[in-house]
């Protein structure tokens, strides 16, 4: 077995740390309006900075207030601590606590005395012809920022090479969901193996990929008591899914930043505006409740995953103090009882510090959907 990194929800270092040590760059991006086919077409090595497992996050808070989330906290603690080595970051103002990364990294960076490659992508928060121009602006502002930071120009050939790779890596994905709704994988593992491909090569994702599924597609369904979709804020740990499933539940979908939506579908080019594609996929996909004109379809996306794959019941996790998913909940739990879809809301914090809590509450959801 050849993809025991997919089953390891640590993060690591060992795919970055190998592509340095070849004497190129690596660079760490937090939020999935990242064009990440950019960073591969200058030949850098993009790697989604996660929180996972982060214990302790008392160095950043030095430097964090306690207004931000736990999630952004533990990133800037990590990259303090050195979990994460890389060249420099790369952020979209997906929510202002992420934002807040990259603002206090370039400032205890440069207080080290190891000043780093910082670049800022404004994402515009509504979608329209003319956002979608401006959008385009910013990414070839980050690629020429890119190309010359690695004395890799970004072009046209290198983003199709990039798109290509990304698309099977989605392609992949959609198979594990697919999987995942035949009840042959669990959500703990399904979002294990998505949050593998943040400090993985494209390459040497596609590769580990492609030899899991070949072994899960032979699996027996997983019994339980009710199958189950999450949504909510930016969740990296699956211990958190995992509390849930030892109660019976079975996390069959979700609309997750770092699980299925990090992937989405397919990557369209337009040859005569290779640009203006990437500008146009990365503003016009339902991610999360940032953007101020789509709530309606990232609703209807929730209750169409709910009918595809059978669910009976919602859980909604929400981190203190996250800006995009804080009162979401508010328009989205009677669309889906209308709907038929009980939800079942949570607070949480990076650390799992309400675990048992957490456990008590999804029990009786459950018991609540078998009745």
């Given at each position: 077995m050849s993809y025991e990194r997919l089953l390891d929800n640590s993060v690591?270092?060992?795919?970055?740390?190998?592509?340095?040590?070849?004497?190129?760059?690596?660079?760490?991006?937090?939020c999935c309006h990242v064009p990440v086919e950019i960073i591969m077409a200058a030949d850098i090595?993009?790697?989604?900075?996660?929180?996972t497992n982060c214990v302790d996050s008392s160095d950043a808070e030095a430097w964090m207030s306690s207004f931000c989330c736990s999630f952004s906290r533990s990133i800037l603690q990590y990259l303090m601590n050195g979990t994460y080595e890389v060249d420099g970051l790369i952020q979209s103002d997906g929510c202002m606590m992420a934002t807040r990364i990259l603002d206090n990294w370039e400032h205890v960076s440069k207080k080290n005395g190891k000043a780093q490659f910082i670049h800022q992508v404004g994402a515009p928060r509504i979608c329209n012809d003319d956002t979608i121009e401006y959008f385009k602006t910013e990414m070839q502002e980050m690629a020429e920022a890119v190309g010359k930071f690695s004395g890799h120009p970004v072009t046209d050939e290198g983003l199709k090479a990039a798109v290509a790779k990304t698309n099977e890596v989605r392609a992949l994905v959609a198979r594990l969901s697919e999987l995942r709704g035949?009840?042959?994988?669990?959500?703990?593992?399904?979002l294990t193996v998505m949050l593998a491909a943040c400090d993985m090569t494209a390459d040497e994702y596609i590769a580990a990929m492609k030899e899991y599924l070949a072994d899960a597609e032979k699996r027996e369904p997983i019994?339980?008591?009710?199958?189950?979709?999450?949504?909510?804020?930016?969740?990296?740990?699956?211990?958190?899914?995992?509390?849930?499933?030892?109660?019976?539940?079975?996390?069959?979908?979700?609309?997750?930043?770092?699980?299925?939506?990090?992937?989405?579908?397919?990557?369209?080019?337009?040859?005569?505006?290779i640009m203006g594609s990437l500008a146009r996929y990365y503003l016009e996909?339902?991610?999360?409740?940032?953007?101020?004109?789509?709530?309606?379809?990232?609703?209807?996306?929730?209750?169409?995953?709910?009918?595809?794959?059978?669910?009976?019941?919602?859980?909604?996790?929400?981190?203190?103090?996250?800006e995009c998913w804080g009162g979401e909940a508010f328009y989205l739990e009677p669309l889906l009882k209308d709907s038929g879809f009980p939800m079942l809301q949570v607070e949480r914090e990076e650390?799992?510090?309400?675990?048992?809590?957490?456990a008590i509450r999804a029990e009786a959801f459950i018991e609540m959907l078998e009745q």
């Open positions: 690591s270092r060992v795919s970055s740390d190998a592509w340095r040590a070849s004497g190129k760059k690596a660079v760490g991006y937090v090595m993009p790697v989604r900075l996660r929180a035949d009840a042959k994988v669990s959500g703990t593992e399904a019994e339980a008591r009710a199958r189950l979709m999450m949504i909510g804020s930016a969740l990296d740990n699956p211990e958190y899914v995992k509390v849930i499933e030892d109660k019976g539940g079975l996390v069959v979908a979700d609309a997750l930043c770092f699980g299925t939506r990090a992937f989405h579908d397919q990557l369209e080019l337009d040859d005569k505006d996909r339902n991610t999360c409740p940032r953007m101020l004109d789509n709530r309606p379809a990232i609703h209807d996306e929730i209750k169409n995953a709910c009918e595809k794959f059978k669910v009976q019941g919602v859980i909604y996790e929400k981190m203190q103090n996250c650390q799992m510090a309400n675990a048992g809590q957490l």
